[in-house]
């Protein structure tokens, strides 16, 4: 069963639609359905939290089925995070690591009946890419101090080398100059996520919308016998959503590494 959001964007019912389909007259089910987003979002930390909780309240040296299986993503992460970063990579594993963790959490929720991927919402990436906007501007802020970090979104600027009435033209000509550059450059900085953001709503709102649309077609092929189920046409479609959610969470996380790589000093500290 699906159905249409507010966007009119079909979409397989999850047991929050349920709810609000049966008792969207209270004041809690109408709660639960303006917020669906957000509370979808809360269980996936919820699932991470315990999921980390268990993995690590006993670790032992020779670890279990789920201390292994973390350990080794954790492991994975860490290789490819520094193969951008370099040594620097394991500084910043738990932003990059728990961002990709989290995207592709949400990304395969969707495929799970009644949950839902909340990254199909554009509120949810665009507080994502916030998030990685405010992060890249700290590090760069703490990496390179105020006025470091400044002078790099301002391009650079160095006094002329001209004496005189002419290094002083110069001065009042080029300062405007690079505060416009300094502002374009910000602007930038926030423009770069925002984008990640964008491509990672409509792919997942893309996926959603071909699984509610096979889901539809499914019932619709045993309607005429009157069967309470359909037939499972969305199977090779949840493939492929699985291959994209994949793609989706880990170009975010690795262009939003490649953002902060770009921020910290060349040569390293």
């Known amino acids: 069963m699906s159905e249409p959001t507010t966007s ?9 639609t349920i709810l609000h389909h049966y008792f969207g007259h209270t004041r809690w089910a109408s709660f639960l359905y303006h917020w669906e987003n957000l509370i979808f979002s809360l269980l996936i930390v919820l699932f991470l939290y315990i999921v980390s909780f268990l993995a690590t309240r006993k670790k032992e040296l020779i670890p279990g089925r789920l201390q292994n299986l973390v350990e080794t993503i954790i492991e994975s992460l860490d290789n490819f995070i520094s193969g951008i970063l370099g040594k620097e990579g394991r500084r910043y594993l738990p932003f990059a690591g728990t961002l990709f963790i989290y995207i592709l959490t949400m990304n ?14 554009l509120n949810t ?19 390179l101090g105020l006025l470091g970090y400044l002078d790099h979104l301002a391009g650079n600027p160095r006094l002329p080398e001209e004496k005189g009435v002419m290094k002083i033209f110069l001065i009042i000509l080029l300062v405007p100059i690079h505060l416009l550059l300094l502002v374009i450059h910000l602007i930038g900085e926030l423009v770069k996520p925002l984008s990640l953001s964008l491509r990672l709503f409509g792919n997942i709102t893309g996926e959603d919308a071909l699984l509610a649309l096979f889901v539809s077609l499914g019932i619709m092929a045993l309607a005429v016998f009157k069967s309470p189920v359909g037939l499972p046409l969305q199977i090779p479609a949840m493939f492929l959503a699985l291959i994209l959610g994949t793609v989706q969470a ?20």
């Open 8 to 16: 009119a964007v079909p979409e397989v019912t999850n047991f929050i």
């Open 125 to 143: 990436t665009v507080a994502l890419a916030i998030c990685v906007f405010i992060y890249v501007q700290f590090i760069g802020i703490k990496r």
């Open 108 to 121: 395969l929720s969707g495929l799970i009946p009644g949950l839902k991927s909340s990254t199909s919402n």
């Open 250 to 269: 880990t170009v975010f996380s690795v262009l939003s590494t490649i953002y902060i790589a770009m921020m910290l000093p060349h040569g390293g500290d």
